[in-house]
């Protein structure tokens, strides 16, 4: 099982090949979206891990879609004062699909259209 661990939106995911993933929203995303920050990638042998990124690693990913998660109510009450406060508020999310995962000589170290879908 091949894996890397990027860093996107402030948050770092652990993805496989054809994984899909919610992260923060990328705005400027088209089809094809590469993240060059890898903070580590291996499998059960090996694992390389970087200060903080390995540089020449990246992931290639897919922009499935972008859209708004379920609303969050944000409710404010000052008691006794018959004062209160209502908002909602939708994160924008992207959703990708992890395609490619490259090691840092430029190889190809995992690609989503060679791995079996286990059920």
């Not at 705005?27 to 979206?33: L, M, N, Q, T, Y």
């Amino acid at each position: 099982m091949t894996f890397a661990v990027i860093q996107t939106g402030g948050k770092q995911y652990k993805v496989k090949a054809s994984d899909i993933l919610k992260v923060e929203i990328l705005k400027d995303a088209k089809d094809k979206i590469e993240f060059n920050e890898v903070l580590a990638y291996g499998d059960d042998n090996s694992l390389e891990v970087g200060a903080p990124f390995i540089k020449g690693a990246k992931v290639e990913a897919q922009l499935v879609k972008n859209g708004k998660n379920r609303t969050v109510l944000v409710f404010k009450k000052r008691r006794r004062q018959n004062s209160r406060r209502k908002n909602g508020h939708r994160q924008q999310y992207s959703l990708i699909k992890i395609n490619k995962i490259f090691n840092k000589d430029g190889g190809i170290f995992s690609d989503a259209s060679k791995e079996k879908v286990a059920k």
